[in-house]
């Protein structure tokens, strides 16, 4: 049965930190690009970061680059969003998906809230 768990979302300041995890099991995790995904409340869902299989290459939205941070530890069947100088502008359901030819899942989301 696949799964991603997504954890680590909360309510933090504006300039605060987060580190979001998301954790896979049920498939080969390693030939999965994974991706962290987002949406406000009224607003269509849009790509944050995507990290290939073997992590050599990151792809960020120019809205969070040189803020946030994807990695992947393939020992650990986890990718990692590490969010840094964050933004009331941030908040969204942030979800992570797994991607691989016609294969395609999703995690429930965790939500991250950016105010004072």
């Known amino acids: 049965q696949v799964q991603l768990v997504e954890s680590g979302g909360g309510l933090v300041q504006p300039g605060g930190s987060l580190r979001l995890s998301c954790t896979a099991s049920?498939?080969?995790?390693?030939?999965?690009?994974m991706s962290w995904f987002r949406q406000a409340p009224g607003k269509e869902r849009e790509l944050v970061a995507r990290i290939t299989g073997t992590g050599g290459i990151t792809n960020y939205a120019d809205s969070v680059k040189g803020r946030f941070t994807i990695a992947r530890d393939n020992a650990k069947n986890t990718v990692y969003l590490e969010m840094n100088s964050l933004k009331p502008e941030d908040t969204a359901v942030y979800s992570c998906?797994?991607?691989?030819?016609?294969?395609?899942?999703w995690g429930q989301g965790t939500q991250v809230t950016v105010s004072s």
């Open positions: 998906n797994a991607q691989a030819t016609v294969y395609n899942y």
């Open positions: 049920g498939f080969t995790f390693s030939r999965y690009r």
